[in-house]
């Protein structure tokens, strides 16, 4: 079966240092990988999608950048946090065609001090 | 554009109560329509799809009918336990691309013993 694992899960940064986030999914090949950010109250909002290795697409410009180095890893990064980048941040997966439906880690808690 | 409209909470209902929670959409396609939960500290967890119109979804006592003539998804469940005490998101996927979710803004579900 298919699982997806994220770390840290909770992340406490103060301002201005760097980040990574990583995803890694287990059990597929080729999905296709995302990243969204949970803010405190707020809907999800997508962050980054990836269809394949070094193939990144962003949603929202922001000081985040993303990257696929290998087929199931997913990074989430910063030169310089912000304090609007605190939030909850997801990773998920799809698999290519057929169905839809996203599957999701557990998260990361990230708070910007 | 594409997007999720969700009813707002916070709900909170007395066990073995009636749950609805609304959800329109507008697609300028045919999109997928979903039904994701989140526990507290969690990530998303699928609760319910449906592919076409007058699909109904169904899972753990809830349902919900793609209703294409007025582009809702409404939730609902006859008879809520404490268990389900949640942030429920109703998302669509236009079947292209690396089949993007969007997201409403999720609705906080409070169940009281």
């Known amino acids: 079966s298919q699982t997806i694992h994220q770390w840290p899960a909770t992340l406490v940064q103060p301002v201005g240092s760097p980040l990574s986030l990583e995803c890694t999914v287990e059990?597929?090949?080729?999905?296709?990988l995302y990243w969204y950010r949970q803010a405190a109250g707020r809907g999800l909002q997508l962050l980054f999608y990836?269809?394949?290795?070094?193939?990144i697409s962003s949603e929202v410009p922001q000081n985040l950048s993303a990257s696929r180095p290998q087929d199931r890893q997913f990074i989430l990064s910063s030169k310089k946090l912000l304090l609007s980048d605190s939030g909850f941040y997801l990773c998920?997966?799809?698999?290519?065609?057929?169905?839809?439906?996203?599957?999701f880690g557990p998260g990361t808690r990230l708070t910007v001090t | 554009g594409d997007s999720v409209t969700q009813m707002e909470g916070p709900v909170t209902l007395s066990e073995e109560a009636f749950l609805t929670i609304n959800c329109t959409y507008t697609?300028?396609?045919?999109?997928?329509l979903f039904w994701y939960v989140q526990y507290p500290g969690e990530g998303l967890q699928l609760l319910l799809k449906?592919?076409?119109?007058?699909d109904k979804g169904s899972n753990k006592g809830f349902e919900a009918t793609y209703r294409k003539e007025t582009t809702s998804f409404h939730l609902e469940k006859g008879s809520v336990q404490v268990s389900d005490s949640a942030v429920y998101f109703c998302?669509?996927?236009?079947?292209?691309?690396?089949?993007?979710?969007?997201f409403g803004t999720g609705t906080r579900l409070t169940v009281i013993p």
């Open positions: 998302a669509l996927i236009i079947q292209t691309g690396a089949n993007n979710l969007f």
């Open positions: 449906a592919t076409k119109a007058d």
């Open positions: 697609a300028t396609g045919y999109p997928s």
């Open positions: 990836s269809v394949g290795i070094g193939q």
């Open positions: 059990g597929t090949s080729n999905p296709n």
């Open positions: 998920a997966w799809s698999s290519r065609g057929g169905s839809y439906e996203q599957y």
